[in-house]
T-cell receptor, first 115, second 114 residues
Framework: GAVVSQHPSWVICKSGTSVKIECRSL??????MFWYRQFPKQSLMLMAT?????????EQGVEKDKFLINHASLTLSTLTVTSAHPEDSSFYIC???????????FGQGTRLTVV | AQKVTQAQTEISVVEKEDVTLDCVYE???????LFWYKQPPSGELVFLIR??????QNEISGRYSWNFQKSTSSFNFTITASQVVDSAVYFC???????????FGAGTILRVKS
């Protein structure tokens, strides 16, 4: 399968600061990327869908002003958690696909801890 | 709306036992994909299988096998002769159409004891 790289693998930040997570497709062009969130001992929930060059589509209940998604190139999407708080501590994982009809591949995930 | 139900929250078995993880799904689409992923303690999602709605053939891959039954909307996963390394959380997921946006089940924690 295709390779999707997510960085960083883990990050600890202070409450009130912003954190940026990167999701890169290494060997294919990802026109569509997805961001999921997994709280401890819970399932994965889709946060948003991003298409290269356009605004992200957020799922109900996800604050778009808090979770900024940028998909400026065909190989990179970023998720910025702005003014992070302890309740944002979670596992964030992205997936990338070559198109709407193509299979999506997951990154390794990023464990965010806000202290 | 799509929904994936994994009724078993946690299963404990002794090594070498066979174990089946259940997955029941709901969708209005006639075209969809079903997935199983393994999530070890390190957190990454390990892809196990992707099956489309038109292919009801059961699949076997080593110690793993999958039973897809559209009549009962189930896609169960069996591990034969379980090993300690199989201990993980297993997720069943569904995507509608040919899409790649997944809806996950709650997950089943599998503990294999030696």
């Amino acid at each position: 399968g295709a390779v999707v790289s997510q960085h960083p693998s883990w990050v600890i930040c202070k409450s009130g600061t912003s954190v940026k997570i990167e999701c890169r497709s290494l060997d294919f062009q990802a026109t569509t990327m997805f961001w999921y969130r997994q709280f401890p001992k819970q399932s994965l929930m889709l946060m948003a869908t991003s298409n290269e060059g356009s605004k992200a589509t957020y799922e109900q209940g996800v604050e778009k002003d808090k979770f900024l998604i940028n998909h400026a190139s065909l190989t990179l999407s970023t998720l910025t958690v702005t003014s992070a708080h302890p309740e944002d501590s979670s596992f964030y994982i992205c997936s990338a696909a070559e198109g709407l009809l193509a299979e999506a591949f997951f990154g390794q995930g990023t464990r965010l801890t806000v202290v | 709306a799509q929904k994936v139900t994994q009724a078993q929250t946690e299963i404990s078995v002794v090594e070498k036992e066979d174990v089946t993880l259940d997955c029941v799904y709901e969708t209005r689409d006639t075209t969809y994909y079903l997935f199983w992923y393994k999530q070890p303690p390190s957190g990454e999602l390990v892809f196990l299988i992707r099956r489309n709605s038109f292919d009801e053939q059961n699949e076997i891959s080593g110690r793993y096998s999958w039973n897809f039954q559209k009549s009962t909307s189930s896609f169960n996963f069996t591990i034969t002769a379980s090993q300690v390394v199989d201990s993980a959380v297993y997720f069943c997921a569904l995507s509608e159409g040919y899409g790649n946006k997944l809806v996950f089940g709650a997950g089943t924690i599998l503990r294999v004891k030696s």
